[in-house]
């Protein structure tokens, strides 16, 4: 069975420090998406990639966050320096072909910024 | 993308329909219906999409009206497991178009 696996599931870190959370997309898929959840703000699309090449990113705080996929089985979404209004849940999803195909995603990682 | 008005929450009887109304009376021609849920604790997960026909596949089946203004989506034998926030999305399938994700439905299924 084939799932989006994201590390760590859960993060708390201080305000300053640097966060990093880790993607790997089904094998196979192409396009690999990173989203953002919050109460207030509610599913927000940080970043899309298409065969590792950023597409979109308008979503993201371009001063404090960067998002790459140094290969095809990883995306890695890195926030730094973190900040309180950060705290969010951070969930990856990835599918094949054009970005409006089903996306699968997954677990998320809820990171809490002190 | 054309915006959509889903209730905020509904509730089901275990075993029994659960029927889901969106409005998306701003739909462009081009633009498909899609539908996700999210259980608690989890990330989205697909459901189902459609033009102006209406869909079934072994989750769902989606009813979209003739004039394509609203929709619903048909869950026939809501579970427990069914509890979850279920989202309403209408998009164009261009290139490079996203998932916008509103307020969606949260639907309760109680036994």
């Known amino acids: 069975d084939a799932r989006v696996t994201q590390t760590p599931r859960d993060k708390v870190t201080e305000m300053g420090q640097e966060v990093t959370m880790r993607c790997q997309p089904i094998?196979?898929?192409?396009?690999v998406f990173w989203y953002r959840q919050t109460m207030m703000q509610g599913l927000e699309l940080l970043a899309y990639?298409?065969?590792?090449?950023?597409?979109?990113d308008s979503g993201m705080p371009k001063d404090r966050f960067s998002a790459e996929m140094p290969d095809a089985t990883l995306a890695t979404l890195k926030i730094q320096p973190s900040e309180p209004r950060d705290s969010a849940v951070y969930f990856c999803?990835?599918?094949?072909?054009?970005?409006?195909?089903?996306?699968?995603f997954g677990p998320g990682t809820r990171l809490t910024v002190l | 993308d054309a915006k959509t008005t889903q209730p905020p929450s509904m509730d089901c009887a275990e075993g029994r329909a659960a029927n889901l109304p969106c409005n998306h009376s701003?739909?462009?021609?081009?633009?498909?219906v899609y539908w996700y849920r999210q259980i608690h604790s989890q990330g989205p997960q697909y459901i189902i999409h459609?033009?102006?026909n209406n869909e079934t596949n072994e989750m769902a089946s989606l009813i979209i009206t003739e004039d394509r203004k609203s929709s619903t989506l048909i869950l026939p034998h809501a579970t427990l497991r069914d509890t979850a926030v279920y989202y309403c999305?209408?998009?164009?399938?261009?290139?490079?178009?996203?998932?916008?994700f509103g307020g969606g439905t949260r639907l309760m299924v109680k036994p």
């Open positions: 094998l196979g898929h192409n396009t």
């Open positions: 999803a990835s599918g094949l072909g054009e970005a409006y195909n089903e996306q699968f």
């Open positions: 459609g033009l102006k």
């Open positions: 701003t739909i462009s021609g081009n633009e498909y």
């Open positions: 990639f298409r065969n590792r090449a950023p597409l979109d």
């Open positions: 999305i209408v998009r164009a399938q261009n290139a490079g178009n996203m998932l916008t």
